[in-house]
């Protein structure tokens, strides 16, 4: 069974920096793509930065200078560093993790994040 556990999430003033973890098991971390995607009260879901399997990374505008997305293979892990944080930046963030095999998405259970002074 795959599985996603984000941690990292809570409060921070403006101009603050959180990581968030996730941690993903029950499949082969290596063979998936992952992304941070994140969700404000009242907004859709919106996809934040992605990493491939082999480790190009993209940026959602917004964010693009401020995120950084990366990842542990040996560690089955990927991070989502965040910098420079903006009260727009408030929403739940979740990872997922396509695995390439099948291109089966896998989601974690969301972190949240509020930025607020």
């Known amino acids: 069974q795959v599985q996603l556990v984000e941690s990292g999430g809570g409060l921070v003033q403006p101009g603050g920096s959180l990581r968030l973890s996730c941690a993903v098991s029950?499949?082969?971390?290596?063979?998936?793509?992952i992304d941070w995607r994140r969700q404000a009260p009242g907004k859709q879901r919106e996809l934040v930065a992605s990493?491939?399997?082999?480790?190009?990374?993209k940026y959602a505008a917004s964010v693009k200078g401020r995120f950084t997305i990366s990842r542990d293979n040996a560690k089955n892990t990927a991070y989502l560093q965040m910098n420079s944080l903006k009260p727009e930046d408030t929403a739940v963030y979740y990872c997922?993790?396509?695995?390439?095999?099948?291109?089966?998405?896998?989601w974690g259970q969301g972190a949240q994040v509020t930025v607020s002074s």
């Open positions: 997922t993790a396509l695995r390439t095999s099948d291109y089966r998405r896998y």
């Open positions: 990493i491939t399997s082999g480790g190009i990374t």
């Open positions: 029950g499949t082969i971390f290596s063979d998936n793509a």
